[in-house]
Each structure stands twice: as C-alpha cells, then as structure tokens.
C-alpha cells in the first residue's frame, strides 16, 4: 500500500466511514514501548501486523488468530496444525510492502492488533495511528531476541495465555543458557568468522549487529560484513572480491540453489569457507531458522549453529532437539522423513 493510499484510508477513517468497534469493559496493559492500551477481557480475534507477529501468535494462541500475513505453502503446512492452517491472507501492516487497507484490518473484526518486532518511535507513532483511528487496540511486543523469554511472557499476559507462555519462555531461557555454556568452553581463537549468504547469488548479506545476523553473534560466530547494512534491521549487497577479502571460515546460506551450485560459481572457489566445504544450508521450514521471519523460530537455529560451530563442545543431538521444538513450538513431531528434509541439506558443502 503506498503512501499515497494509506494517507487516503486514514482520512476516510478520520470522517468516521468505518465503525469503530468499543470495549465497554475492559483491562489496560503495558505493553514493550511502555504504551498504556485496554484490551478485552476476552481476546479471541487477533490480528497480526507482520511475519515475526504470525509466529509469535501462532505459537501461543493459533485458535485467535484471523489469518495470516501471507498464506503458508503446501511445503509449510506440512510442519503446521489446525486450526491456523488454513486461515486466510491478510495481508501486513508493518514492515517493507505493506499491503493491507485500514478498511480490510476492520472488516476482519479483530478485538486485538498485535505487532512484534521493533519498538522505535516510527512503530509506536503507526500503532497510535491506527488505534485512534479503527478503535481496535493495538500492542507492541519487544522483538529483540535478547528479550524473547520476556516478550513471551508479556504476551501471554496480555492474551490469557500465562501458562502457555511460561512453558515456552522456559525453553527460551535454556536455549540461551546452553549457548552462554558452550560459549564458555570455546576460547575466542577457536569461534568462527561467518558470512550470511542471501539470494542465489549469495551476494545479499546482513552487516555485524544486524537483525538478520544476531543469531550468528548470539552464537559467538564472528560475522565479517562489518559496516555494511546501515545497522540493525537492514541487509546490504556484498561483493565477490569483499568476501574474498573477508575469507570467512564458515557460510551459512538461505538458499538451497547458491547452497548446491556455490562450487561451480566463478571466484568462489577463492572463499576459504568454500574451499574447505564449510558452506550451511540452514533449515527453513515452516519458517528460517535464521531470520526469515525474525520470530521466535530463532530459538531451534540457535541449536543448530551451536551444533554446526562447535559439534564437540555442544554435544547436540540435532534430531531430537529438533522434534523436541517442533513438538512444544509448532504442535507437530517430525517423522523420520520430515527430519531427513529438514535437517538433511543443512550440512557441509
């Protein structure tokens, strides 16, 4: 939706076009940018602002939500449960390619809008907007992942979901618990230099400090595109001869096409990470277990790299890590062939 457009709805919603909905009652929360909002006593139709926000609900209240921000593929249906399923697309509000009207957001009769990601000025300024303007009230939730097992918590408080919440921040904290403990028998000489590798030509990475590379810090891995991006949240063009310059020890890739062809591509070959087949496919469905969305999907990568970077000192058993997330995360336990597809292209290459 462009500028233009939203600007549009806005004012047709300002001259009172769409009905507002009222809370005659209602309990008033704080939520991550210290916003005061009254919600519901019963909250049973949530709609999601962005693709951090779609994880987020769905792994705490599928049953409330009103659709999804993009329809899930029949690849990630697979790895998901009624009765989210088969919801409907909504569309986003938040983020790059916002494509949902004011006027759509009303008609899906949603008592909450919740967003989970950045909580910055320009975020709080777009939920204000849209709460004085549609009557729907509108939480922001903390997405950095330092602060996932509280985010969890605040949001299964605000959806009267605490025990739920609970159970999975728990995980949340002994994920990062295991990792500060691996961290602590791995002496900085021994922790890799890492590259993120986007896109088919592996070029689209995300610069030291970034959202789409915290998981790889937050794992001790060194990335190497420093001062690229412009800082968190952003991604940035490399090129081949900075990466050669880089020559980072270790690449993690998004993209299953760069993954298999990354030998035969020109200059490549001149990488050390390649030369020494230390190229990572990481697992993506139903979601990245990288950044793709940045969500609480992050939780199962951070297993993953720990197990990629430092095999010995992490003694992972990946499989069953990964059935133990899926199952408490997602509601499904993969099969052996589900495992196999998940897991078996993320190795060297």
Not at 154 to 163: E, K, P, Q, S, V
Not at 164 to 177: C, G, I, S, V
Not at 328 to 342: E, K, N, V, W
């Amino acid at each position: 939706m462009s500028r233009i457009d939203r600007r549009a709805a806005l004012a047709l919603l300002g001259a009172s076009v769409l009905a507002r909905p009222a809370w005659a009652q209602g309990r008033t929360i704080t939520d991550s940018a210290a916003r005061k909002v009254v919600v519901p006593d019963r909250i049973d139709r949530v709609f999601v602002a962005g693709p951090p926000a779609s994880v987020l609900l769905y792994t705490l209240a599928p049953d409330a939500m009103v659709g999804w921000v993009r329809q899930p593929t029949a690849a990630e249906k697979e790895f998901l449960t009624a009765p989210a399923l088969d919801l409907p697309e909504t569309g986003r509000l938040t983020g790059r390619g916002d494509t949902v009207s004011l006027e759509r957001l009303v008609a899906a009769k949603p008592n909450l809008i919740v967003d989970f990601g950045s909580v910055t000025e320009t975020y709080v300024s777009l939920a204000n907007r849209v709460q004085e303007q549609t009557g729907i009230p509108y939480v922001l939730i903390d997405g950095s992942f330092a602060a996932t097992p509280a985010s969890l918590r605040l949001a299964g408080n605000i959806l009267d979901r605490a025990a739920r919440a609970n159970t999975l921040a728990d995980y949340a904290e002994k994920t990062f618990a295991l990792v500060d403990a691996v961290l602590a028998r791995v002496p900085a000489s021994k922790r890799p230099r890492v590259y993120l590798a986007r896109g088919l030509e592996g070029l689209e990475t995300g610069g030291r400090g970034s959202i789409n590379t915290e998981i790889i810090e937050r794992v001790g891995g060194v990335n190497v595109a420093e001062g690229v991006g412009g800082g968190r949240g952003n991604t940035a063009n490399a090129s081949l001869e900075q990466i050669i310059a880089w020559q980072p020890d270790v690449i993690v890739t998004l993209d299953r096409a760069f993954h298999q062809g990354v030998k035969t591509k020109p200059g490549w070959n001149q990488v050390r990470a390649v030369a020494d087949n230390k190229v990572y496919l990481a697992p993506s469905l139903p979601w990245g277990w990288i950044d793709a969305p940045p969500s609480v999907n992050r939780l199962i990568g951070l297993r993953w790299l720990l197990a990629t970077f430092y095999p010995g000192e992490a003694g992972i058993d990946l499989g069953a890590d990964t059935r133990v997330f899926y199952a408490l995360f997602y509601g499904m336990t993969p099969d052996a062939s589900q495992l196999g597809r998940l897991l078996g292209g993320a190795g060297p290459n």
